[in-house]
């Protein structure tokens, strides 16, 4: 089977890992606080605070933020569901925006047509590793006096206006999970704008304390640490950061093999009647974490069900959390490009090990069901 996607991890990330439980230091320490430093240079954010998952992240963030119970918050129904559910843990409540067609993310438009006077914040996601137009949406929260939190999951490496998607951004919130260009196994990572917004999520991660555990015990005087708020353990290992710090030195190389590779994807496939895939829009250049194909008069499942059959696992396209059980008592707005990207895409194998000849199959499998 081709995989639809290999995280590329090898002998140098098991050897950091190892050094790290060889140090005796294995919670939240300094190879955490070194994996925050060159993450956040690394995506151009001013400050970066490790947690356990980007889903913890975007909790922690709207936290941060003060959202609660009568709040609303828009998110896309086209994403991950962790993006509507952390919207849940606060008590506040999740509003659909529909998508563009092109990048599947939200835009002024389709936010303004689900904003009230209870909007407070906007959960905007970098779809797939596509930036949404950031000049335009951060400028359109500052307008209306909204919160804009960037769920920016898989979008480390992708870039717009010339920019790392993070640079700008007042709160951004990433994973580290394998399936993402990166990983730590399980992990993710708050990145901001503003210090002290940075020293109240670190203290929201590590149940509140005005002193990290860590600091605690490198002080050569007894600390007595106080604790300033009900908060949360959403800390990350030293084991997972050690990781980290090799993976992101590979960043920059995945996103430029990948982008070849989706190069040649779309080079092969042009001629193919029924596919559109994903492409970079104007402003900016997407790392391609996931790489997508709009499907036009192709039935998903079958196209799903040759490709398996013939050795490629492929998947549906991004899901839409309002078509979903736990999202039965929430009753939208129309959603017409959410449900039809969700209905007719697929997500294509790419990662690290690809090769031309695995490409050239799975283009061949499509070409035949296209002209059948
Ligand atoms: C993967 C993903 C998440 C969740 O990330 P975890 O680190 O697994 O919690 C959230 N939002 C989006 C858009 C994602 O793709």
Redesign the pocket.
Same mark, same amino acid.
């Given at each position: 089977m081709i995989p639809v996607m290999i995280p590329d991890l090898g002998e140098e990330e098991a050897q950091a890992a190892a050094e790290a439980i060889r140090s005796g230091w294995v919670a939240q320490g300094p190879r955490v606080a070194r994996f925050e430093t060159e993450f956040a240079a690394a995506v151009g954010a001013g400050h970066g605070v490790a947690v356990?998952? &980007?889903?913890?992240?975007?909790h922690l963030a709207l936290v941060l933020l003060g959202i609660g119970p009568g709040d609303e918050v828009i998110v896309p129904s086209l994403?991950? *569901? %962790?993006?509507a559910n %952390?919207v849940r843990y606060v008590g506040a409540t999740p509003v659909f925006a529909d998508v563009e067609l092109a990048t599947g993310n939200l835009s002024v438009e389709t936010i303004d047509a689900v904003r009230t006077l209870r909007t407070r914040a906007i959960i905007a996601?970098?779809?797939?590793g596509v930036p949404f137009d950031t000049v335009a949406l951060r400028k359109a929260a500052d307008d209306w006096s909204v919160a804009l939190v960037e769920? +920016? %999951? &898989?979008a480390a490496g992708s870039t717009a206006y010339g920019l790392p998607v993070g640079a700008g951004a007042g709160v951004a +919130?990433?994973?580290?999970?394998p399936?993402?260009l990166i990983t730590t196994g399980?992990?993710?990572m708050v990145t901001v704008s503003s210090a002290d917004d940075a020293a109240r999520l670190k203290r929201l991660r590590e149940h509140g304390m005005n002193v990290s555990a860590a600091d605690r015990h490198q002080s050569t005087q007894p600390v007595l640490e106080a604790y300033l708020e009900t908060a949360f353990n959403y800390r990350m290992t030293d084991i997972q950061a050690a990781v980290g710090l090799v993976q992101l030195g590979k960043l920059s190389n995945l996103v430029k093999q990948r982008r070849a590779l989706a190069a040649r994807y779309q080079r092969e496939m042009s001629d193919i009647n029924g596919l559109t895939p994903v492409t970079d829009p104007a402003y900016g250049q997407t790392n391609y974490?996931?790489f997508w194909v709009l499907l036009n008069g192709l039935d998903r499942d079958e196209v799903l069900a040759e490709l398996a059959q013939r050795g490629v696992s492929a998947r549906r396209g *991004?899901m839409a959390a309002h078509l979903e059980p736990a999202y039965r008592d929430v009753t939208p707005g129309p959603l017409p490009v959410t449900e039809r990207i969700t209905r007719d895409s697929i997500i294509l194998p790419l990662h690290h090990r690809l090769t031309e000849t695995d490409q050239d199959h799975i283009i061949g499998v499509l070409r035949e069901l296209a002209t059948r």
């Open positions: 356990s998952s &980007c889903t913890t992240g975007l994403s991950f *569901i %962790a993006t %952390a996601v970098h779809q797939g769920d +920016a %999951a &898989c +919130a990433w994973s580290f999970h399936r993402k399980e992990g993710g974490q996931s *991004i």
